[in-house]
């Protein structure tokens, strides 16, 4: 059995503005054990990278963060910030979704890596930046002495995601939290990177929390899943049941609305509709007015994670009965078919 490295238990951060309060995530709950790889998906606005900054301490003061998370048994939402800044980076390493503003465009690459690691070690510089070539032909830099005096500008935009896993890795963490690390870049880089994230997360021991609102990068990557709609996780289980047998209507709308390979000029089938405000959330489930199985309960009564009809796999849906008596819950959301 792997060691539990990381425990969250109803985590929730708000944000107060002129309009109200922004309930930006409502009690998320998760595990993470060694070399585990949860991924957290949903769609933009969901609360995904809002909940990872939280963990790694990077949210303004005036967010309002409350629930529990357990670092190796440590309460990280407690920390002092001498303590939270040696947890960050050593412990938790992020990577960023735009590595170009992630970098100072003003310092090479190789000292900004090499900053990373003397900021958590006292060595001299010149060890710190043979530190920094080290990690840099690690995630696949050629000719890593030489770029590692290159400027952020002067690398394309996949070596300049490597260079960022490079400095998530650089102190070794236990954890790496991978926030839309494919972002923005073309379809063969993406598939190099992913590989080289867990190449690197093998040789580090790494566990890795991958948030995306790809499925298909979660496929071949991740162990759970975390599906997050409207602040809060409505969906939680092996990564082969949330392909095979989803229990919640909104994982079965993403799953639904990849286009297939031999879908060319054929019908898309989207989930219609926007997610709703955070600000004025509307009573009940708050994937309601999008759902295909709407009930009058579901107006009126939001739904808890509970258990499911399969083993470790958790639901908040009213009708996750009638998802699994489905032989292709995907075909929920068929006649919402729009052209391609």
Not at 108 to 117: F, M, N, W
Not at 132 to 144: N, Y
Not at 175 to 193: C, K, R, S
Not at 225 to 252: F, H, N, Q, S
Request: net charge negative.
């Amino acid at each position: 059995m792997s060691e539990e490295i990381l425990n969250v238990n109803g985590l929730s951060v708000a944000f107060p503005t002129e309009d109200g309060m922004v309930e930006a995530v409502r009690g998320v709950s998760y595990t993470l054990n060694e070399r585990d790889v949860l991924a957290i998906v949903g769609e933009s606005g969901s609360g995904k990278s809002v909940a990872a900054m939280a963990l790694m301490g990077l949210l303004p003061k005036y967010a309002q963060i409350s629930g529990d998370v357990r670092y190796r048994g440590e309460d990280v939402l407690a920390m002092t910030p001498k303590r939270s800044r040696a947890l960050r980076g050593q412990n938790i390493a992020m990577i960023f979704q735009d590595p170009m503003t992630a970098m100072n465009p003003v310092y090479t690459v190789g000292d900004q890596l090499a900053e990373a690691y003397r900021s958590h070690h006292r060595v001299e510089r010149k060890i710190a930046l043979a530190r920094a070539v080290e990690m840099l032909d690690r995630v696949g830099i050629p000719q890593a002495k030489d770029r590692a005096r290159s400027y952020p500008h002067e690398f394309s935009g996949g070596m300049r995601q490597r260079a960022m896993i490079a400095m998530a890795i650089i102190n070794s963490p236990d954890i790496i939290i991978a926030d839309e690390p494919t972002t923005a870049l073309d379809v063969t880089v993406q598939a190099q990177i992913l590989e080289t994230l867990i190449e690197v997360k093998d040789s580090v021991n790494a566990a890795v929390i991958l948030i995306t609102h790809d499925l298909g990068v979660v496929a071949g990557m991740a162990h759970r899943v975390l599906v997050m709609y409207a602040g809060r996780g409505v969906e939680r289980a092996e990564v082969e049941d949330i392909y095979k047998r989803p229990r919640m209507p909104y994982t079965a709308g993403l799953l639904g609305s990849i286009p297939a390979l031999d879908s060319a000029g054929g019908k898309l089938h989207p989930i219609t509709g926007a997610p709703p405000s955070l600000i004025n959330l509307p009573p009940g489930c708050p994937f309601s007015t999008r759902c295909p199985l709407v009930t009058e309960r579901c107006q009126t009564e939001e739904p808890e994670l509970a258990p499911t009809d399969l083993a470790h796999h958790e639901v908040a849906c009213h009708n996750w009965e009638k998802v699994a008596e489905s032989a292709d819950p995907t075909l929920l959301f068929r006649s919402k078919a729009v052209d391609a």
